[in-house]
């Protein structure tokens, strides 16, 4: 069964799409951190430089890697560099 992952966009991510969350569409077998940010970043050009520095929450875990499988109702939040009081 397919379904949607959801992205939350912060700071610079946010500016890049004009949206603070998206709702991808995925194969009955998921998809790839890697596979889903190279799908963004050619519907939101923008956002692929932003993408290079950002940090990634999946389902409330930081992750290090960008081969974390997503399935469907998944959440991916982009974390860019940012800094602030």
């Known amino acids: 069964m397919a379904g949607t992952v959801r992205i939350v966009l912060f700071a610079t ?9 998206l709702d991808e569409a995925i ?12 799908r963004l970043g050619t519907e939101y050009p ?3 430089r932003v993408v290079a ?6 389902n409330g875990a930081y992750t290090t890697s960008r081969d974390v ?3 469907a ?6 974390h860019p560099p940012y800094s602030g009081g």
């Open 53 to 58: 520095v950002s940090r990634f929450v999946v």
């Open 13 to 21: 991510a946010r500016e890049a799409v004009g949206r603070g969350r």
């Open 27 to 38: 194969g009955p077998s998921g998809i790839e951190l890697a596979a889903l940010l190279e």
């Open 73 to 78: 109702g998944d959440e991916v939040a982009v």
């Open 69 to 71: 499988h997503l399935k």
């Open 46 to 48: 923008r956002l692929r």
